[in-house]
């Protein structure tokens, strides 16, 4: 199971941390993913990050959020920093229960596909 929580309102050139906690599953194993869905939008890839702690972020946030898992707390989280209203979406969060997948590319981690386990949603609403 997967809680997603840390959403809010917050303005333009803000910041916020979104968390990502599992239980069942041992989040170190897996490949993580944050994909968020817009307004009216089809839910689009945001970052993901692998077992390896490889990290992988679609153009619209690189170099902007950041994505980390602390192992200890098993949760994976997504700093998000200079927030524009174009980020305003429900964030999810989502697991691959492939265990310690090998021998994968961009393609796969960032692909909605990949993830078989979804959080709730928590909402990010960005005012200008």
């Known amino acids: 199971q997967l809680q997603a929580s840390g959403g809010g309102l917050v303005q333009a050139g803000g910041s916020l941390r979104l968390s990502c906690a599992a239980s069942?599953?041992?989040?170190?194993?897996?490949?993580t993913g944050w994909f968020r869905q817009p307004p009216g939008k089809e839910r689009e890839f945001a970052a993901a990050?692998?077992?390896?702690?490889?990290?992988y972020y679609s153009d619209s946030v690189k170099g902007r959020f950041t994505i980390s898992r602390d192992n200890a707390k098993n949760t994976v989280y997504l700093q998000m920093n200079s927030l524009q209203p174009e980020d305003t979406a429900v964030y999810y969060c989502?697991?691959?229960?492939?265990?310690?997948?090998?021998?994968?590319?961009?393609?796969?981690?960032?692909?909605?596909?990949?993830?078989?386990?979804w959080g709730q949603g928590t909402l990010v609403t960005v005012s200008s």
């Open positions: 989502a697991l691959d229960e492939t265990f310690r997948p090998t021998w994968k590319n961009a393609g796969y981690y960032t692909s909605r596909t990949t993830y078989n386990y």
């Open positions: 069942g599953r041992t989040l170190a194993n897996y490949a």
């Open positions: 990050i692998t077992p390896s702690r490889s990290t």
